[in-house]
C-alpha cells in the first residue's frame, strides 16, 4: 500500500476523530484500568516508565479497565499560559498578541485513543491553536503488531503508521518526546534545528516496521514522505523546509536495561532526506536542485523509579546533520553546498511522590558559518551568519492527581508548570546577535502554564 493512500486513510480516520501533541492520555488509563504513574513519571506524561514503553510497543492495545469508560476511546486537553521575556518583541510576539507579557489560551486537543483489537490500536490527535488560531492533525502513530516466541524469549513484531520521524518512538530521548514537554509559543527560539528535530512531523506521513526483543533489543526501519499541498490544506499543517524527492529513510536501535525497580538504554537513530525547497507553504521547488539532509544521532536515558517516593531521571541526545544545498545555494539562499549542523540535549528530573518536579536541561546548537541562511534580521535572525545558540532550562512542577488514590481517577489531571528559559548564545553571539542591538538575554523566558487533560 503506498504513502499516498496510507496518508488518505490516516486523514479519514483524523475527522471521524474532530480535531496536540499525544502525552498522558486518559482514555489509555480508563482502558487498562491503570492510574497515570504507572505508565508516566509524574503520572502526567509524557515520560514513560518500563510499563509505559511496553504498552506503546505493544500497540497500546492492553486491557484491564472496567465499565463503560474503559470502551471509550475519546481524550481531551487544554494549555494555558503567560509568558515574560527580558526584552518585548518589536511588533508583538505574534498576531493578535502585544510585545510581552502575555497570557493566551495555548491549545484544545482531541485525542481518539485505544485499542482497536487484540493487534490494532494507536492514538490520533487534533489541535486547536489558540496562538495560530487554527486547527490540525497533530502527533499520530497507528500500531499493527503481535508477539511471537523465540526460544525461551519474546520477539515482538509490528508496524507503525505514524506522522513524523520519532513520533512513534518509546524512548523520551528523541526530540518529539523530551524536555521541555511544553514551552512558550510566543517567546523567540533560535533560528537552526536539525531535520531530525521535527522538521518532518506533521507534514509527512510514514511507515516504519519494528521488531523488540526479550523485552531489550529495540529495532525499528522505515520511510517517510511529505503530505501533498491538498493533504497538507486538510490536516492544517505546512510543508516545512521542503517536500521529500523520494522515500526519506528512517532507522532506530536501541538496547533497554531493567533491575531494581530502575530502567536504562542506549540508542542510535538515522533519518535522511532529499528536499525540494519550499517556496510557500504548501508548494515545493526543484528547478534549481535539491537539498539534502543526513541526520545521525546517539541518545541514552536513565531511570530511577524505587517505591515511588523518590523518583529520578536523565536523557542525553546527540545529533550531527550533514547538509549537502545545492538548491540553496542555487538560489542564493545558503553560502555555500555543503554546511553541517550539531546539537546537543541534556535533562535530568526528580520527583517526590509522583507530585513535586524539578527538571534541569541543556540545549546547545552549533554548526557552519553561513551568512546568507542566517542574515541580520530583527528578533530572529544573526549578525555572524552563525547557528550557534546555547540554553538552560529550568522547570518546577506540580501535579496532584494522576495516582493510585487520586479524586475522580483518571478524569481529573492537572500540571502546573514554572518554566525558565536563559540564553548565553542566540543566533551566533552573546550581544547585539541580531545586527539590531538585541542580546541573547533579552529572549529569557519566563513560562508559566497550565496543562489539564480529562
Known amino acids: ?24 492520555v486518559p482514555a489509555f488509563a480508563q482502558q487498562t484500568g491503570q492510574p497515570c504513574t504507572t505508565c508516566h513519571i509524574g503520572g502526567f506524561g509524557p515520560q514513560l516508565t518500563p510499563f509505559g514503553r511496553a504498552f506503546k510497543i505493544g500497540g497500546y492495545t492492553q486491557t484491564g479497565g ?12 487544554v494549555i494555558s499560559s503567560f509568558t515574560h521575556t527580558n526584552a518585548g518583541q518589536p511588533g508583538g510576539a505574534a498576531p493578535h498578541f502585544g510585545d510581552n507579557n502575555n497570557a493566551a489560551f495555548d491549545q484544545v486537543s482531541l485525542f481518539l485513543a485505544g485499542r482497536a483489537t487484540d493487534y490494532l490500536g494507536g492514538f490520533i490527535q487534533g489541535t486547536y491553536s489558540g496562538i495560530d488560531r487554527s486547527f490540525s492533525l497533530d502527533n499520530t502513530d497507528i500500531r499493527l503488531t503481535t508477539p511471537l516466541s523465540l526460544g525461551d524469549s519474546e520477539l515482538r513484531i509490528g508496524a ?67 503530505l501533498d499541498s491538498s ?24 538496547w ?19 528536499l525540494n525547497p519550499s517556496i510557500s507553504a504548501f508548494s515545493a521547488d526543484s528547478s534549481q536542485g535539491r537539498n539534502r539532509f543526513t541526520d545521525y ?56 511522590n509522583n507530585t513535586y518536579g524539578l527538571t534541569l536541561g541543556w540545549q546547545y546548537t552549533w554548526g557552519t558559518t553561513n551568512p546568507a541562511m542566517f542574515p541580520p534580521t530583527p528578533v530572529t535572525g544573526s549578525r555572524t551568519g552563525k547557528p550557534d ?5 529550568i522547570e518546577a512542577d506540580w501535579i496532584p492527581f494522576g495516582k493510585e488514590d487520586s479524586w475522580l481517577r483518571p478524569f481529573a489531571n492537572l500540571k502546573i508548570g514554572l518554566q525558565y528559559v536563559a540564553y548565553t548564545m542566540f543566533n551566533g553571539a552573546t550581544h547585539n546577535y541580531d545586527g539590531f542591538g538585541r542580546n541573547a538575554s533579552d529572549n529569557n523566558t519566563v513560562f508559566l502554564y497550565a496543562w489539564m487533560a480529562f
Open 1 to 24: 500500500m503506498s504513502l499516498r493512500i496510507l496518508a488518505v486513510i490516516i486523514v479519514s480516520l483524523a475527522s471521524i476523530a474532530a480535531t496536540t501533541r499525544a502525552d498522558a
Open 297 to 352: 544521532a546517539l541518545d541514552a536515558g536513565y531511570q530511577y523509579l524505587g517505591d515511588g517516593t523518590h523518583i529520578g531521571t536523565a536523557y542525553a541526545l546527540l545529533i550531527h546533520e550533514d547538509q549537502s544545498l545545492k538548491a540553496s545555494f542555487n538560489n542564493g539562499s545558503s553560502s555555500q553546498t555543503g554546511n553541517t549542523l550539531n546539537q546537543v540535549r541534556l535533562n535530568a528530573t526528580y520527583f517526590y
Open 160 to 226: 507503525s503508521f505514524n506522522n513524523g520521524p520519532t513520533v512513534q518512538d518509546p524512548f523520551n530521548s528523541t526530540p518529539v518526546w523530551m524536555f521541555p514537554f511544553a514551552s512558550s509559543a510566543l517567546a523567540p527560539t533560535p533560528a537552526a534545528q536539525p531535520l531530525l528535530a521535527g522538521g518532518l512531523v506533521g507534514n509527512s506521513v510514514g511507515l516504519t516496521a519494528y521488531a523488540w526483543y526479550d523485552r531489550r533489543f529495540y529495532l525499528e526501519a522505515g520511510g517517510y514522505q511529505t
Open 231 to 254: 493533504l497538507l490544506s486538510v490536516t492544517g499543517n505546512a510543508l516545512g523546509p521542503g517536500s521529500t524527492a523520494n522515500i526519506a529513510p528512517y532507522a532506530r536501535a536501541a
Open 66 to 77: 472496567e465499565g463503560l469508560a474503559a470502551r471509550i476511546p475519546l481524550s481531551a486537553f
Open 256 to 274: 533497554q536495561w531493567d533491575w531494581d525497580e530502575q530502567s536504562a538504554h542506549v540508542g542510535a537513530l538515522l533519518l535522511s532526506a532529499n
Open 389 to 393: 545558540s546555547n540554553a538552560f532550562i
